[in-house]
């Protein structure tokens, strides 16, 4: 299988399954036939430019029809899809143009061309996205057809009407995307954030399941706390991409939702997920049981096998490799286990619980954020000697960027509004901006001079 095979059989199969379209603009309702008609026309046009197999394509366009569209086209010539995140500034997107030498989707306004089905394999590269972490500029997470689909796949696909919030530009966007093609699921999608507009839709539309942040959800909660939706209709929630405190699945519950957490990243997208069935408890404070033939082993920093450690993982979802080999070089062990850089353990029946991060990366709302990128802005700010880059727990967001700093003059001063002006200069995503800023007189360091970050996430 390859996505162009299961984009066109997902057509044939589901093609007059609606599908609709959320923005600020309005609604727009289609079909699923009617969108894999529009792109096979647009894949068309595009191999008359000459964009084929291997080809990296850029699409930076919103949760709308047209970037539906565009990268189900992209797909279907066979070409490798580069969406980009939205909230990404003019130093990230210059980084990933010339990194992935990709071409930007061009505009085919009076489109032209006859659509030929391309021959690629499963093990073709059918992915390039881009995701900040350890690094200072974002890592390009390289997918097949094989990986995508396996996700894609994973899961047994239950029947209703579903919720898509998760911003394109991100796995997680895409995977939404496909599974709608692939599985024919009746679907909502929202164009951006906006909580009052999503209880709206779940109530307007009866929609019976979604999957999000933990911002996401309790976004959707405060709308129904305050009188603004009912959310009777809505069953279940799946919530990852940042830390998920317990406190919003407790409070998902009293609200007639069975929400449970999952966890995976760009390079592994779905390690283990939980289920509505689960017990609260279980729903509540683990991260789910290992799901669709993936392995994970948990261990020290000399490879053996501990009860607490770091998870390394392998299966069927696992990403072809970085961009960057150097990057490859690191982050895989022998045999093809992946080192994801964070740290848990398994219950005696099986549930894996997330208790750390060896990566030393901020999580908010769902974006991954580099402490050491967020540091190294701090520091070409003129009033600043020395920076550290935290992440404090947020019941929203999960993590919200908290610098500490060390000025450079004694009886200098420095405050958010300066650094949020110093940020947007740089050209940076805002989310990347401390929200929280300490001035110390100096850095918890140890004897040798290394930076113990642990201190600074006590206070």
Not at 9 to 31: K, N, Q
Not at 409 to 437: C, M, N, W, Y
Request: net charge negative; hydrophobic share 40%.
């Amino acid at each position: 299988m390859t996505l162009l095979s299961e984009i066109i059989r997902g057509a044939a199969e589901h093609g007059s399954v609606p599908v609709v379209f959320a923005s600020a603009d309005g609604l727009m309702t289609t079909t699923i036939g009617r969108l894999v008609g529009d792109a096979e026309r647009a894949a068309g046009a595009l191999q008359g430019l000459g964009i084929g197999p291997g080809d990296v394509v850029a699409v930076r366009l919103p949760n709308t029809y047209e970037g539906a569209v565009a990268q189900t086209a992209v797909a279907l010539c066979g070409a490798v899809l580069l969406p980009i995140v939205r909230i990404y500034g003019p130093r990230e997107v210059d980084f990933i143009m010339r990194q992935s030498g990709a071409v930007p989707f061009p505009d085919l306004t009076g489109l032209s061309g006859q659509y030929v089905r391309p021959d690629v394999g499963d093990t073709d590269q059918a992915l390039l996205v881009y995701t900040s972490g350890t690094t200072a500029d974002p890592k390009g997470v390289r997918h097949s057809h094989r990986s995508l689909l396996a996700e894609v796949h994973s899961r047994p696909v239950e029947p209703g009407r579903h919720l898509a919030l998760f911003p394109s530009g991100h796995v997680a966007g895409l995977l939404g995307l496909l599974r709608i093609l692939v599985h024919g699921v009746e679907t909502v999608v929202l164009d951006a954030w906006r909580s009052a507009r999503a209880a709206q839709l779940i109530d307007e539309y009866a929609l019976t399941s979604g999957v999000g942040a933990p911002v996401h959800l309790a976004g959707l909660l405060d709308e129904r706390d305050r009188g603004a939706a009912t959310l009777t209709t809505l069953r279940e929630f799946m919530v990852g991409a940042a830390g998920v405190p317990p406190a919003i699945i407790d409070r998902a519950d009293r609200a007639g939702i069975a929400a449970y957490r999952a966890y995976g990243s760009s390079e592994h997208p779905t390690i283990s997920s939980g289920t509505p069935d689960d017990p609260l408890v279980k729903r509540a404070t683990t991260d789910g049981r290992v799901i669709g033939g993936n392995e994970i082993r948990i261990i020290d920093d000399d490879g053996a096998d501990v009860p607490e450690g770091e998870i390394i993982t392998r299966g069927p979802e696992l990403f072809l490799g970085y961009t960057d080999p150097a990057l490859d070089a690191e982050s895989f062990l022998p045999d093809g286990w992946f080192r994801t850089g964070d740290i848990g353990r398994l219950d005696d029946d099986g549930f894996l619980t997330i208790t750390d991060r060896k990566k030393d990366i901020i999580v908010r709302g769902g974006e991954n954020i580099s402490s050491k990128e967020v540091e190294d802005i701090l520091a070409l700010h003129p009033a600043v000697a020395e920076a550290a880059a935290v992440g404090v727990p947020d019941d929203r967001y999960g993590e919200r960027v908290c610098a500490f700093v060390v000025l450079r003059e004694v009886d200098g001063s420095l405050d958010l509004d300066e650094i949020g002006r110093h940020f947007a200069e740089v050209g940076v995503a805002r989310q990347k901006t401390p929200e929280r800023l300490v001035v110390v007189d100096t850095l918890p360091r140890t004897a040798a001079g290394k930076l113990q970050k642990h201190r600074l996430r006590l206070n």
